[in-house]
């Protein structure tokens, strides 16, 4: 099961225990799966991990909602990083010594983002294009950006953030289902810097049949075209006008993007401390961005 696996993954992070919290956040209303995501969890917290299972009676925000909630756990306040994976992801164990380092002497970095691996890009042709397409993304683009920008578009999993970043930038918004590109955007604006690590690499999976595909292709690309009239609706939400004898000026102020994820499933919270930081990760189903591919269901099985 994949909560099987992505819970495994977290609970097995080479860290010290006392220094790791792991969050279940569980967002699914269908009571069957959330007793066996709390099976799961007393399993590993029997084994002497630190980990917690939280279910939100109220789904408002979906996965920028769930995220706000986690976050806003007295707890987090005595942390300082929190990192993000969909349900789906599973880190290999030095996830946390090949990230976490990055942010040591560097007080503007905000974000260290990793790229994604795909354990069925081998499926049929529909994964294996999806793969071509994804590794141009993160090869390409993703580090070019990184280099020569600081800046790239989070994609949404296998991150690491500063919280004082997140905190500065207004935090997890509900109101587009793009909220990794709207934190980012926030992020960037606010003068915090990204690092993208093309070796350090997550396990995850890409859709293999076409209506999965269609489905996560509408999300992902309905998303930015929500958050772009957003953000033009209220571009100019502060207008201050100062009038004097010789001038008539107005200053303008730019709004904050705001955003949701329409996820319907369960997420996972870890929470690390390293001498006073947080690391935190969190599980929950969402997709990936990538181009838009006109296939016929027959071509699956190629």
């Not at 792991?22 to 991990?49: A, C």
């Not at 207004?170 to 955007?185: H, S």
Request: charged fraction near 20%; aromatic fraction near 12%.
């Amino acid at each position: 099961m994949v909560y099987e696996q992505s819970i495994s993954a977290v609970c097995e992070l080479d860290w010290p225990k006392d220094r790791l919290l792991i969050q279940v956040l569980d967002d699914s209303d269908d009571e069957s799966i959330q007793w066996l995501i709390k099976e799961e969890v007393s399993k590993w917290s029997q084994k002497g991990v630190n980990i917690i299972y939280r279910h939100r009676l109220v789904r408002t925000g979906y996965k920028a909602g769930n995220l706000k909630s986690a976050m806003n756990c007295d707890y987090v306040k005595a942390y300082e990083f929190v990192a993000i994976f969909d349900a789906d992801f599973q880190p290999n164990s030095d996830f946390l010594t090949q990230t976490i380092p990055h942010f040591k002497d560097n007080p503007e970095l905000g974000l260290v983002q990793a790229r994604w691996a795909f354990v069925n890009k081998e499926e049929n042709l529909l994964t294996r294009l999806q793969n071509i397409n994804l590794c141009f993304h993160f090869e390409v683009e993703q580090q070019v950006n990184g280099v020569f920008l600081n800046f790239f578009g989070f994609n949404g999993t296998a991150g690491v953030w500063r919280i004082k970043a997140l905190e500065d930038s207004g935090g997890w918004l509900e109101r587009t289902t793009v909220e990794d590109m709207d934190i980012a955007v926030r992020a960037h604006l606010n003068g915090w810097k990204f690092i993208f690590l093309n070796d350090v690499k997550v396990l995850c999976e890409v859709p293999e049949s076409y209506e999965a595909y269609k489905k996560q292709q509408h999300r992902w690309h309905s998303g930015p075209m929500h958050l772009i009239r957003v953000q033009c609706s209220g571009a100019f939400y502060q207008l201050k006008v100062y009038t004097s004898t010789s001038c008539f000026s107005k200053v303008c102020r730019s709004s904050l993007w705001v955003s949701t994820l329409l996820v319907n499933n369960y997420g996972i919270a870890a929470i690390v401390k390293d001498h006073g930081s947080l690391l935190s990760y969190t599980f929950g189903l969402t997709s990936i961005s990538i181009v838009g591919i006109s296939l016929f269901e027959e071509w699956m099985s190629l």
